[in-house]
């Protein structure tokens, strides 16, 4: 089922697309919009008050290094854990992942590097939707 919503009031009425990332994150439509001064803030949809709800943002300036120095494209977070305290974060057409604590204090994060002959596919069982 589709459903039309209006354009949420975070991102810029002058937002470009490349700016501006979408995904589905833990059953929830995610946006994000990579400001001028290269922060991208993450929120996503609370069906049950129709509001949106910041979750976390990112410093790309400080974060590039983990891309290969890209700070001009949004990231798209993969997988969020069940307590919402990390997030795995991919950028498109990068082989590598980041597992990124979202404690503002935390300097703690994991890279994961592909390869040249594969690529990374997120796989956390801790992190599955589905209860057996």
Not at 17 to 23: E, R, S, T
Not at 45 to 51: G, L, P, T, Y
Request: net charge negative; hydrophobic share 35%; charged share 20%.
């Amino acid at each position: 089922m589709f459903q039309v919503t209006s354009t949420p009031p975070f991102i810029s009425p002058d937002a470009s697309g490349d700016k501006i990332g979408l995904c589905n994150l833990d059953g929830r439509l995610c946006i994000s919009e990579l400001k001028g001064d290269c922060m991208q803030e993450f929120w996503w949809r609370v069906e049950e008050c129709d509001k949106w709800e910041r979750i976390f943002s990112v410093n790309l300036i400080s974060t590039s290094s983990w891309f290969g120095g890209i700070a001009s494209q949004p990231l798209t977070p993969l997988a969020i854990s069940r307590d919402n305290n990390k997030v795995v974060l991919s950028l498109t057409y990068q082989g590598s992942l980041v597992d990124f604590d979202l404690d503002p204090d935390s300097t703690v994060y994991h890279l994961y590097y592909s390869g040249y002959y594969g690529f990374a596919v997120p796989y956390f069982p801790s992190l599955s939707l589905v209860d057996f």
